[in-house]
């Protein structure tokens, strides 16, 4: 099936004198600065002309295992060169990439290897059980699997491996299972030359929480990822940015839209060094900003915390950094004021979501405020509208924010009736509905007031509240159930289920429940709390009052205060 009959490109507007792929850029700069450092991953460095070898010896290997254009490939991973690798590798033959979390379960990766009808995997043998058991149930022909340190040196994994500092997971060697380290050993660095469409091939389908219980696809092209990228470099960061000296640290996962973008803009665009980390540990993030005389670093709000709160923190030296990012959740005011405070930088910030890409960057010619999250990119259109009746509301007043870009598609892969609810259509133009509650000052910036209660973000993770109802509704004890964010200063919101049980339901306790989530979720969308019920809030439609707990839980906690 072509890539036109898969997805919907109503709204995506086509401009054939603009053609960029997500490497093009990065392969400029692989040859502007070869021998300049690209990734420095736990003390080992790669430079430019190594980490391209190794992507093109990679995308050679992925074409002669017969990938070809428009497959679909998901990366299994944390946060390695493998990781990147990967990433350009799979772009590089035309092929799209399927970035998960891992931390995800085999239930949760089984319902994307067959949504997105992936067959090809990479993951690490860690991982690697997990993939066991979902490929009989999946398309899925063959894995790659890797370990997080196959690319240092042996005798820094023998020592790793010694001390029992390297995690590892057994892998039975059989059909369909290659091992990434063999792969770039086999095969030369001499990609077939692939043509692609910038506009209409997919470069990615990432997912994202959904409403009916069920993660969406959302197929990103190659124009649509490099139109946010290129924004965020020509018009956020020139001037500041220093192309082929500075040095970014990244902690974010990459699988995640925002820091992807940022790694890609600030870093491989531009010719500069990314410090790469697999896990936040706090001391380690502090001693490689130290050590490296870091000058970017992209954070979510619970890592800005836990560096200030760190016991250690008069330890190390943080006079490099220049310019800190934060984004994937709200900022709390304490944070900015106490950061600028001890280090006399301020906090910026980063607005987006999957659907949207990136959306908007506070300026860096200016101060910024801890609730804007800047002016939109110019290659994205903001309105603010009314929910209910979608009329556009004046500069000033509060209304849910719509955006839309003639670069990005409109729609999500296979779920018509998901896109039919999340899109609208006004003036001719189609529009993706954010869901956050947001006014546009008189400088035409955002400023963040409230998001929808359908999303939880705990510890800038986006979790789906009716992800995790449909999960605990599958319980065969469970009749109804309610998921909402309960505010928690050090983590933005906590997870809380309200559950209705069966009448004749016996011996099933909140234990019970939070286990059978742990079997199906991701850690981070387990809830923390329960609470059992004889029934939930609906309108007279029948239709989940999720506010109205939210507003339970918010004046519960204000009377607890007092």
Not at 127 to 141: A, D, H, M
Not at 405 to 420: F, G, H, L, M, R
């Amino acid at each position: 099936m072509d890539t036109a009959s898969k997805y919907t490109l109503e709204g995506l507007k086509v401009n054939r004198g603009q053609q960029e792929c997500t490497f093009t850029r990065f392969e400029q700069m692989c040859q502007r600065y070869p021998h300049r450092a690209a990734i420095i991953y736990l003390g080992e460095t790669f430079t430019y002309s190594q980490l391209k070898e190794l992507i093109d010896r990679f995308a050679t290997a992925l074409y002669d295992l017969g990938v070809g254009h428009q497959d679909k490939v998901m990366i299994y991973t944390p946060n390695c060169p493998q990781w990147i690798i990967a990433n350009f590798a799979i772009n590089k033959i035309g092929a799209v990439v399927v970035p998960v979390s891992p931390i995800y379960t085999a239930f949760e990766v089984e319902y994307m290897l067959n949504d997105a009808q992936v067959e090809t995997l990479i993951c690490t043998d860690t991982n690697y059980g997990y993939v066991k058991e979902v490929f009989p149930k999946t398309p899925l022909k063959k894995v790659i699997v890797t370990n997080l340190t196959d690319l240092l040196p042996i005798w820094k994994r023998t020592v790793g491996y010694l001390f029992d500092k390297i995690p590892g997971g057994k892998v039975e060697r059989g059909e369909g299972v290659y091992f990434f380290k063999e792969l770039i050993k086999k095969y030369s660095a001499t990609p077939p030359s692939i043509s692609i469409d910038p506009w209409l091939d997919l470069a990615y389908i990432m997912y994202t929480g959904g409403t009916t219980g069920f993660p969406k696809g959302v197929p990103g092209n190659h124009m649509g990822e490099v139109s946010y990228i290129n924004d965020f470099m020509d018009d956020v960061i020139r001037g500041y940015i220093r192309e082929g000296e500075d040095v970014i640290l990244m902690v974010n996962p990459l699988f995640h839209i925002m820091a992807k973008g940022f790694a890609i803009a600030s870093g491989f665009n531009y010719g500069n060094t990314i410090v790469l980390m697999p896990v936040p540990v706090i001391d380690v993030v502090l001693s490689a900003i130290e050590k490296y005389k870091v000058r970017w670093m992209l954070g979510v709000p619970a890592l800005y915390r836990m560096i200030l709160e760190n016991d250690r923190i008069d330890l190390y030296d943080l006079g490099s950094l220049r310019y800190c990012y934060c984004g994937g959740d709200v900022l709390p005011v304490e944070v900015f004021n106490r950061w600028r405070e001890r280090y006399g930088i301020s906090i910026y910030q980063v607005y987006g979501s999957t659907e949207a890409g990136h959306v908007s960057y506070s300026r860096l010619d200016r101060e910024p405020a801890p609730t804007n999250v800047g002016h939109p990119l110019k290659s994205r259109r903001c309105l603010v509208i009314d929910p209910d009746t979608l009329k556009v509301l004046p500069q000033g007043e509060v209304g849910e924010l719509l955006v839309t870009s003639d670069y990005t598609i409109k729609s999500y892969w296979n779920k018509p009736e998901e896109t039919e609810r999340s899109y609208v259509q006004l003036n001719g133009e189609i529009y993706y509905r954010m869901g956050d509650f947001v006014r546009l000052d008189e400088q035409g910036q955002i400023e963040f007031v409230e998001r929808t209660a359908d999303i939880i973000k705990y510890k800038a993770y986006r979790v789906s509240a009716s992800e995790v109802e449909a999960v605990l509704q599958d319980h065969p004890t469970v009749i109804g159930a309610c998921v909402v964010g309960v505010p928690d200063p050090k983590v933005g919101e906590r997870i809380k289920a309200i559950v209705v049980m069966k009448e004749d339901a016996r011996g099933v306790g909140a234990s019970e429940l939070i286990r059978w989530c742990r079997e199906r979720l991701a850690s981070y969308k387990v809830p923390q709390y329960i609470e059992f019920r004889d029934m939930l809030p609906k309108s007279k439609v029948g239709k989940l009052l999720r506010r109205e707990i939210r507003e339970e839980e918010r004046r519960r906690m204000e009377k607890e205060k007092r």
